[in-house]
């Protein structure tokens, strides 16, 4: 990375700090995987970073050989790019991500990234911003999406959830506005609003989970047409009885559906990681009825679940991961590189 990126600046206008600068998280990494894969298939890429900041994001991008669209507000982004030697796949627009130009949201790109910017607007603006950007996604394309929760250790003190997803916008409580440089207001997003908002919009939701940080971080794509005309034929047949119905299945059928089996968790978490050694990455997921995953446990931001299990073999050790079904509609994803000798899947 180049010298202006080695390190972690205040944002300007109060904005928090420029994390990006300093590391790429494991959303990113993961992105930046897939895109090294398909430019060696021999795929155009193209990705739009919204709210790219100083830039720092895009840079990777372009190393992984994306052609990259980056948007920001501010002023001094367009120097520091012209600097990179990525500049001539980086194309950059100081532009309000709310209002973008006509050339911009015409087009259709194979990934649209929109890290920690949509806590940065209105509630009801992250709704209008959501279902836009869906059209701007090719038919296969993808949405990389990070968002704070009120679960974060720095929504304490946070008034902003006492209030409805579409008007809340307020500060962090005086604390946490020093210790992350952030005097702006915020939105904060409850995974289940998250979710709830994406899948009225006819979003493919792929992965959804909330990092130790406390963010949601969602991969999602829109859907085919007769995706979506099966999902609202589905939803004007399904009567409220059903739903009460398949809810409460869920309550008996699932080890973690109620409070009281809560701390379960934390104990599984052990058993397995006994059962697996001191595996450095794995993650406990619920496999629901339809097939579909939702990871329960991990033991690093860098969660693995079935669909971002290349992860750690494309992006950190080169070890692949390994998948074992436990029981209960459990399975658990583990890097077998310090598994025990005379373990045996």
């Known amino acids: 990375m180049s010298d202006q990126f080695k390190h ?27 895109i090294r894969n398909a430019v060696d298939a021999g795929q155009s890429i193209t990705v739009l970073d919204l709210a790219c900041g100083i ?50 949201h015409e087009q259709k790109f194979d990934y649209i990234l929109f890290q920690r910017a949509l806590d940065c607007m209105p509630g ?17 394309g993808r949405l990389y999406l990070t968002v704070s929760s009120p679960e974060a250790d720095y929504a304490i003190g946070y008034d902003g959830t006492s209030k ?13 506005q020093a210790m992350h440089h952030f005097f702006r207001p915020i939105c904060m997003w409850h995974k289940a609003e998250l979710a709830s ?7 493919k939701i792929v992965s959804h989970y909330l990092s130790k940080s406390g963010s949601n971080k969602v991969i999602a794509g829109p859907q085919h047409w007769l995706e979506k005309k099966i999902t609202h034929v589905t939803v004007a047949i399904t009567s409220v009885a059903a739903a009460w119905v398949l809810a409460a299945t869920q309550l008996l059928v699932s080890p973690f559906s109620t409070p009281e ?44 679940d079935r669909n971002k299990a290349n992860y750690l073999q494309s992006s950190v050790s080169r070890w692949p991961m390994q998948r074992r079904e436990i029981g209960n509609g459990l399975a658990v994803y583990y890097e077998p590189r310090y598994r025990p000798a005379g373990y045996t899947l």
């Not at 972690?8 to 790429?24: C, Q, R």
């Open 261 to 304: 089996n809560a701390q379960n968790k934390t104990v599984l978490s052990a058993n397995v990681a006994s059962a697996i050694g001191n595996s450095s990455y794995y993650a406990v997921n619920e496999i629901g009825n339809d097939g579909t995953e939702e990871t329960l446990i991990a033991s690093d931001a860098t969660l693995m």
């Open 164 to 176: 409805s997803l579409k008007e809340r916008f307020d500060k962090l409580s005086p604390h946490f």
């Open 8 to 34: 972690m600046e205040p944002a300007d206008d109060g904005f928090g700090f420029e994390v990006s600068a300093s590391y790429a998280d494991a959303h990113e990494a993961l992105l930046c995987a897939e």
């Open 55 to 104: 830039g720092a994001t895009s840079v990777r991008l372009a190393q992984a050989g994306a052609h990259v669209i980056a948007i920001d507000l501010n002023p001094k982004t367009k120097a520091i790019l012209e600097k990179s030697a990525q500049s001539s796949h980086i194309q950059f627009v100081q532009a309000d991500i709310r209002q973008l130009p006509k050339f911009v």
């Open 197 to 203: 908002v994406l899948k009225r919009q006819d979003w």
């Open 124 to 140: 009801s603006d992250g709704i209008q911003m959501l279902r836009h950007i869906e059209k701007m996604l090719k038919r296969r």
